[in-house]
């Protein structure tokens, strides 16, 4: 990774809280009120941190809540992307603490797993207007000292897993260096190079795996990641199926393919 963008904070205007509803909230109550410029909001702590698909989001002192608040005037459909590209903006700089990054996945769409416990959350909100994105918001939730005990998958915390010499403004600092750096390439290169690095650290690539996309599911073999940043899905009788938006399904019993 290239130093030579300069550093983050001179993109990004830093707004810290000790503890607050939610960044994601702050960072769109921002956005309305007309600021300009990128922001970063972080929190020590949320008493109302949210997750994907309305969950709410744990958010004790100690763990890395941020959301980053950025205008980048790209069509709608790009927006998927982004939620990618910060996957791999945490997964690329842990290999700098902990070489053997073997155990690190990416759940799609926007999930960080560290050997099939999910560690780091993303959660992008938006304005889209006449198919632009007016303003977007990243939320990033990255577990450090602690992680909720859940039912519904398995969850684990960086100082568990071998980062105990990670400190939480160390934290910050890291991934949003990582972050700057991804979003300035896919900024000037496009997606390619991202999706390949994505791709590898893929959860289930070439397995059978079940989605929920509103009330259906699906399974079939997650075969890529397209262009876009939709999953390609080989279904049993080998239909292709491209998949925009949706939860990747733990725990549950996959057909025969
Ligand atoms: C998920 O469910 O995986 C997404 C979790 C996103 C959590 C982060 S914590 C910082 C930001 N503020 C929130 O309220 N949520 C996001």
């Known amino acids: 990774m290239s130093e030579k963008s300069g550093h983050w904070l001179n993109h990004y205007n830093l707004l810290m809280f000790e503890e607050i509803d939610s960044t994601n ?99 992008l909100e938006s304005a889209i207007k006449n198919n632009i994105v007016d303003w977007l918001i990243i939320g990033v939730g990255i577990n450090l000292v602690s992680a909720p005990n859940l039912c519904s998958y398995q969850t684990t915390y960086l100082h568990k897993e071998g980062y105990s010499k990670l400190l939480l403004d160390q934290l910050l600092n890291e991934f949003m260096k990582s972050f700057d750096y991804y979003f300035n390439k896919w900024l000037q290169e496009g997606f390619e190079d991202i999706r390949k690095e994505w791709l590898a650290k893929c959860l289930k690539l070439n397995e059978v795996i079940t989605i929920s996309v509103g009330r259906e599911r699906i399974s079939g073999v997650l075969e890529d990641l397209t262009s876009e940043g939709y999953l390609k899905l080989v279904l049993p009788g080998g239909q292709i199926c491209f998949v925009s938006a949706g939860e990747i399904l733990y725990n549950i019993h996959q057909p025969n393919n």
């Open 25 to 123: 909230e702050e960072a769109k109550r921002l956005a309305k009120s007309g600021v300009s410029g990128n922001f970063v909001i972080w929190s020590k702590a949320q008493s109302a941190g949210k997750g994907s698909h309305g969950r709410y989001w744990n958010s004790a002192y100690g763990n890395l809540y941020l959301s980053l608040l950025i205008w980048p005037n790209f069509k709608a459909k790009q927006a998927a992307q982004l939620s990618l590209l910060t996957a791999v903006s945490i997964s690329n700089f842990l290999t700098k603490f902990n070489k053997d990054d073997k155990l690190i996945q990416h759940k799609w769409p926007n999930d960080v797993l560290i050997n099939d416990k999910k560690f780091a959350g993303i959660l």
